[in-house]
């Protein structure tokens, strides 16, 4: 992990920026537990090597967490911590504030 920048804005953006985090982290707030192939599904076209590294990442942060199931074939689950969880509000404030300002945005049919 790199040192943590001083700004609160740069450090969200660095836990859950980029392409793919934040809606890996949306995905677990609407499902609460998710395999890996059923949060590939929520995020196409993610790969799996960049869908392993961001878990990684987000598990790192502790704002995930990985349960492995000694099974066959075997079996792993995520889910958001404590921690992780707190970002429900964010992320919903990102998600009407998108919904609202993509209506606004879009080209109109009318013309």
Do not use: H
Not at 6 to 34: E, H, N, Y
Not at 89 to 102: F, I, Y
């Amino acid at each position: 992990m790199t040192a943590i920048p001083q700004c609160p804005v740069t450090f969200a953006s660095r836990v859950v920026g980029g392409r793919w985090k934040a809606k890996i982290v949306w995905a677990l707030l609407r499902r609460d537990v998710l395999r890996f192939s059923e949060i590939r599904r929520a995020c196409p076209p993610i790969s799996d090597r960049i869908l392993s590294k961001e878990l990684k990442e987000l598990e790192g942060w502790g704002l995930i967490v990985r349960r492995e199931f000694a099974t066959i074939p075997p079996k792993t689950e995520y889910r958001l911590t404590e921690l992780g969880r707190t970002l429900g509000p964010v992320m919903n404030a990102m998600a009407e504030w998108g919904a609202t300002t993509q209506a606004l945005l879009a080209p109109s049919q009318d013309g």
